[in-house]
């Protein structure tokens, strides 16, 4: 069974500082995976997607990824107040549906 | 554009009534997903469809829910009868392309059984 693991948070950082948000999954063979945001009330919206290995950038987004660990990160620097929501990191296997974590909410502190 | 559009937003129902969901993807869009997402999880996958086939129903409760896309474009899910653990937001999402993961979500509808 695929599985997408994320610690559930709360993470809090401070305003400005460096939010480091983790995800693990299950299966080698997965290809492809993203990040949504879920603002509270609100529905999932895609923040980045990832298919190698490395890094790739989007303003202040760094999306992380490492196949060998099964692991992906998203990193966003100087946050702000406003990045307070849950973040959902999903997985894809080929043309199958997204597998979603948990999420993690995240809280940036004024 | 315009995004996925659902219908209604809120429904409160009895446990064993029917209720039933109204979903219109972005124009273009051949893929659609039904997903349920309970409070505090993230959201699982109900149905699939391709055009107007369904694609992935491996996850759908059959014996109470049902989804149909007639003509490709609109699509509705149904549960009939409600159960209490049923409560949760019904998140409609289309993509351009199968395989894709950059979905587009509608507002979702919240489901409260009682």
């Known amino acids: 069974q695929k599985e997408v693991e994320q610690n559930s948070g709360p993470l809090s950082v401070p305003e400005g500082a460096i939010a480091s948000l983790n995800c693990t999954y299950s299966d080698r063979g997965s290809q492809s995976f993203f990040w949504y945001r879920q603002y509270s009330g609100k529905s999932p919206e895609l923040i980045m997607f990832i298919y190698s290995n490395g890094d790739k950038e989007d303003g202040r987004f760094t999306a992380q990824l490492n196949k060998a660990s099964q692991y992906v990160s998203l990193l966003i620097r100087d946050s702000q107040p406003s990045d307070s929501a849950t973040y959902l990191c999903?997985?894809?296997?080929?043309?199958?549906?997204?597998?979603f974590g948990k999420g993690t909410r995240l809280s940036v502190i004024a | 554009e315009a995004g996925v559009a659902q219908s209604p937003r809120y429904k409160i129902i009895e446990k064993r009534q029917s209720v039933a969901f109204w979903c219109n993807p972005i124009s273009g869009h051949a893929t659609l997903y039904w997903y349920q997402q309970i409070l505090g999880q993230g959201p699982k996958l109900l149905i699939q469809f391709q055009n107007n086939g369904v694609v992935d129903d491996s996850q759908l409760p059959k014996d109470r829910f049902s989804a149909e896309r007639l003509k490709g474009v609109d699509s509705t899910l149904k549960i009939q009868p409600a159960k209490l653990e049923d409560s949760a937001v019904y998140l409609c999402?289309?993509?351009?392309?199968?395989?894709?993961?950059?979905?587009?979500f509608g507002s979702g509808t919240r489901l409260t059984v009682v």
């Open positions: 999402a289309s993509t351009f392309k199968t395989g894709f993961g950059g979905y587009t």
């Open positions: 999903a997985v894809n296997w080929g043309n199958t549906p997204l597998v």
